[in-house]
């Protein structure tokens, strides 16, 4: 329940920052779910923006590594 609670608050979070989430399908809404996993909220929303600068994505990520 505690991963699914994370999720929730997540997509309400997106919502509050001015993004459709009611309007998106379950696919689409796994993929927010997906980003937010890997990146965080703060950058999730930076990489919707298209204001996410590569040094932010190799600290999430890892640089490509693993």
Do not use: P, W
């Not at 796994?30 to 950058?43: E, N, P, Q, R, S």
């Amino acid at each position: 329940m505690k991963i699914i609670n994370h999720n929730v608050r997540n997509l309400e979070a997106l919502e509050k920052s001015g993004y459709r989430i009611a309007v998106l399908d379950d696919a689409e809404k796994a993929k927010l779910l997906y980003l937010t996993h890997h990146l965080g909220l703060t950058d999730t929303i930076r990489f919707i923006k298209g204001t996410i600068t590569e040094a932010a994505v190799d600290c999430a990520g890892g640089g490509g590594q693993g």
